[in-house]
């Protein structure tokens, strides 16, 4: 089975900050790497599917990068509502498996 | 637009069954595999199984933490996902989301969206 490691596990930051999310997998998945938000209460959402493709309706300032292991998903420019926690997911082998998420807090 | 709507959670005693449904809307269903996921509370998502499509003979995937106690199926003419649980144990308790997988050219797939979720409790 495919480990997933998400750093770092909680992160403070500024409105109008750079913050950059990284996710790790425990061997080589391609792209095959999905990035998801989930505000507190709320159901999770496609942010960036295939590593690097932007969900429709999601802003720009969301990127996704990385390949084979190693992936980042980067906010520039952080507003008020992207406070929320943060899960990568693995689509290249069942079982599908999730990072233990990263919460992005209001510093 | 896509609706999933989950139901049938609720407060089970350790050993207990459940069985929870994943009414859809808005896409084939037919055409579409169809995941289970669960959170803790206060925790992160944990993939609980899938169910493929006909062409794929409905097959079944499943967590080992759940495999031989969980069974997904899914009914075409109703639009709907089932996941029954049988032998609950405490550490099951969790909100159940159900979620379409978007399956794209290459193999790249994807859960969305999801359900909002029903939440089971297993306590005595």
């Known amino acids: 089975d495919i480990q997933m490691t998400q750093s770092p596990s909680s992160l403070s930051a500024s409105v109008g900050d750079r913050v950059t999310i990284t996710c790790r997998a425990s061997q080589s998945i391609s792209t095959y790497l999905n990035w998801y938000q989930q505000k507190p209460g709320k159901v999770p959402k496609l942010l960036v599917y295939?590593?690097?493709s932007l969900q429709s309706g999601v802003p720009s300032r969301f990127s996704g990068s990385g390949s084979g292991t190693d992936f980042t998903l980067t906010i520039n420019s952080l507003q008020p509502e992207d406070f929320a926690t943060y899960y990568c997911q693995q689509s290249y082998s069942i079982p599908c498996s999730f990072g233990q998420g990263t919460k992005l807090e209001i510093k | 637009e896509v609706q999933l709507v989950e139901s049938g959670g609720g407060l089970v005693q350790p050993g207990g069954s459940l069985k929870l449904s994943c009414a859809t809307s808005?896409?084939?269903?037919?055409?579409?595999?169809m995941h289970w996921v669960r959170q803790a509370s206060g925790k992160g998502l944990e993939w609980v199984g899938r169910?493929?499509?006909?062409?794929?003979?409905?097959?079944?995937d499943y967590a080992a933490s759940v495999k031989g106690r969980f069974t997904i199926s899914r009914d075409d003419s109703k639009n709907t996902a089932f996941l029954e649980m049988n032998s609950l144990k405490i550490e099951d308790t969790a909100v159940y989301y159900c979620?379409?997988?978007?399956?794209?050219?290459?193999?790249?797939?994807?859960?969305?969206?999801w359900g909002q979720g029903t939440l089971v409790t297993v306590s005595s």
């Open positions: 169910i493929r499509t006909k062409p794929d003979s409905y097959a079944t």
């Open positions: 295939s590593a690097s």
């Open positions: 979620s379409r997988l978007i399956s794209a050219h290459g193999g790249y797939n994807w859960f969305d969206p």
């Open positions: 808005g896409f084939t269903f037919s055409g579409s595999a």
